[in-house]
């Protein structure tokens, strides 16, 4: 392997490293509406990569930077825009 390929690798795994993701249940999700203002909420932070939330299964799936937003950040706002999280 050549020094060039071993560095872009480290770089690439330094990236992903800081990313994390968190998969919760919303109990008061209820409707395409509710998707709306959560995928809305949160894709507004700086740090959050990716936001999902699956209706049917009262789940919403956030991937986001560690190093640029919290986990506490992200279901605190939740909760504040009325979706608690367990
Ligand atoms: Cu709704």
Do not use: F
Not at 3 to 32: F, H, P, W, Y
Not at 56 to 80: F, H, N, P, R
Request: charged letters at 25%.
């Amino acid at each position: 392997m050549s020094n060039s390929t071993q560095e872009i690798r480290k770089t690439l795994k330094g990236e992903l490293d800081t990313m994390s993701n968190m998969s919760v249940v919303a109990e008061d999700i209820s409707c395409n509406h509710c998707k709306h203002t959560i995928e809305q909420a949160l894709s507004s932070y700086k740090g959050v990569q990716r936001v999902s939330v699956d209706v049917g299964s009262k789940t919403v799936d956030v991937d986001y930077d560690d190093t640029q937003v919290s986990w506490e950040e992200i279901s605190s706002e939740l909760a504040e825009i009325g979706y608690p999280v367990s």
